[in-house]
Nanobody, 112 residues
Framework: QVQLVESGGGLVQAGGSLRLSCAAA????????MGWHRQAPGKQRELVAT???????TYADSVKGRFTIFRDNTKNAIYLQMNSLRPEDTAVYYC??????WGQGTQVTVSS
């Protein structure tokens, strides 16, 4: 059974940085597309960034230039480097693999 395990969330001041990690356990399959989504209180879940098996990336307009997604296929893992964080980035961040598997979420809180 595939499990996505996230880590790296926390509390940071505006302008600070965090790196999220997500590792896929229970499968040696290298997923085609992995990504990060987030959900703020009272809002719908939204796509933050995706990365294909070959390394092609997409980003939400709100995070372009601040966030970077990258992956390590040898570890079946993806990462999200978040710089210049803003209070509006506060949300639970979820890792997803081929939109079939989801992690449990990790809280990111940015204080002003």
């Amino acid at each position: 059974q595939v499990q996505l395990v996230e880590s790296g969330g926390g509390l940071v001041q505006a302008g600070g940085s965090l790196r999220l990690s997500c590792a896929a356990a229970g499968s040696a399959y290298v997923f085609n597309t992995m990504g990060w989504h987030r959900q703020a209180p009272g809002k719908q879940r939204e796509l933050v960034a995706t990365i294909s098996r070959g390394g092609s990336t997409t980003y939400a307009d709100s995070v372009k230039g601040r966030f970077t997604i990258f992956r390590d296929n040898t570890k079946n893992a993806i990462y999200l480097q978040m710089n210049s964080l803003r209070p509006e980035d506060t949300a639970v961040y979820y890792c997803a693999a081929d939109i079939l598997y989801w992690g449990q979420g990790t809280q990111v809180t940015v204080s002003s």
